[in-house]
């Protein structure tokens, strides 16, 4: 079958694995204290109304994201499902583009235009109908 990705270079890793949590901290206990991931940082993402935690694992990260707010998706997301893996972030470049092109190709977009992420880096959400039931995040750094 004929690629229908354009000039687009495929996303070149895993970003990261986000783990939806109650607790950050009491997550940690296991990734970084059993496990012996490290922990790389710990920010507040005011447009998701969440506290994320990163620790490395090779070229990947996993991300825990915890609620700061009711009205927070990861809020809502542990109330229907508990918790567990919430989506896979797509390392990728030129993502304003891509999300055009995704959407002329009749993806469902959650977010059309991207939105400022976590250490330094514009996301956009894709939508689990157009994506085999997997939340995908696309992820630019600068
Ligand atoms: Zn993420």
């Not at 005011?46 to 700061?68: D, M, N, T, W, Y």
């Not at 880096?121 to 109908?129: D, E, R, V």
């Amino acid at each position: 079958m004929e690629l229908k990705n354009g000039t687009f270079e495929a996303p070149e890793k895993i970003a990261h694995i986000g783990i939806a949590v109650h607790n950050i901290e009491n997550s940690l206990a296991f990734y970084n204290d059993l496990l012996g991931l490290t922990l790389e940082n710990v920010e507040e993402v005011e447009s998701e109304q969440v506290k994320v935690a990163f620790l490395k694992i090779g070229e990947s990260r996993i991300e825990l994201l915890e609620p700061i707010s009711k009205e927070s998706p990861i809020a809502k997301f542990l109330e229907r499902k508990g918790e567990g893996i919430h989506h896979i972030a797509l390392e990728v470049n030129d993502i304003e583009k891509r999300l055009l092109q995704l959407k002329t190709e009749g993806i469902r977009l959650i977010n059309e235009q991207p939105k400022e992420g976590s250490n330094n880096s514009q996301i956009a959400f894709l939508h689990p109908k157009s994506t085999n039931g997997v939340l995908v995040e696309l992820c630019q750094h600068y």
